[in-house]
């Protein structure tokens, strides 16, 4: 089966700063890979798919880049509705796995 | 709009069964993939399975094959999933989710279900 590694697991930052998430997968996915946000005691919303492509209606400060095995998720100056925790997700093939998570709290 | 509203979790015992169901409306149900996640409290998302537009192709994470069935009724715009011989583990929040075209990301996500696995 195909692993995600997320990095970090926590991430403490201030708005208007930029931040990134990588997301590592344990064999080549090619651009299989898509990114949630999650808030607390909501369903997750997906960002990004693709690995780049983003969903509509999603803020563009959001991107997401990468192939095969590494993928980044930049949020480009965070505002305060973006604390919350991001999810990475493989769909090259069963089972779909998704990343642990990382949480980006407010610093 | 898509709206998925999932129904039929609760509080269980130990090693009895439970069928949720999700109620889609806003899309062509029969044209698209439906997976099903679930997380457990304060946890991480965990992918439970998938079922193809037709029914036609099935899959399950490891940790819920044999016990799991994902199943669909295209005439009733539902999705199901069967859970048999429950576990403490199995206690979590389950979400039923529509699966896109093309790369087949989670597009859409119904709210979720609790289901609580005591004695």
């Known amino acids: 089966d195909i692993q995600l590694t997320q990095s970090p697991s926590f991430l403490s930052a201030s708005v208007g700063d930029r931040v990134t998430i990588t997301c590592r997968a344990s064999?080549?996915?090619?651009?299989?890979l898509a990114w949630y946000q999650q808030k607390p005691g909501k369903a997750p919303n997906l960002l990004i798919y693709a690995a780049s492509t983003l969903q509509s209606r999603v803020p563009s400060r959001f991107s997401g880049s990468g192939s095969g095995t590494e993928f980044i998720l930049t949020i480009s100056s965070l505002q305060p509705e973006d604390f919350a925790t991001y999810y990475c997700q493989h769909l090259n093939n069963s089972p779909y796995i998704f990343g642990q998570g990382t949480k980006l709290e407010i610093k | 709009q898509v709206q998925l509203v999932e129904s039929g979790g609760g509080v269980v015992q130990p090693g009895r069964s439970l069928r949720l169901s999700c109620a889609a409306s806003?899309?062509?149900?029969?044209?698209?993939?439906m997976h099903w996640v679930r997380q457990a409290p304060g946890k991480g998302l965990e992918w439970v399975a998938l079922i193809s537009n037709d029914g036609g192709n099935i899959y399950y994470a490891d940790a819920v094959r044999g016990r799991f069935t994902i199943s669909r009724d295209n005439s009733n715009n539902t999705l199901y999933l069967q859970i048999n011989s429950l576990r403490a583990e199995d206690t979590a929040v389950y979400y039923c989710?529509?699966?896109?075209?093309?790369?087949?990301?989670?597009?859409?996500w119904g709210q979720g279900t609790l289901v609580t696995v005591s004695s």
């Open positions: 989710a529509k699966g896109s075209q093309g790369v087949g990301a989670l597009d859409y």
């Open positions: 806003g899309f062509n149900f029969k044209f698209y993939g």
């Open positions: 064999q080549g996915i090619t651009n299989y």
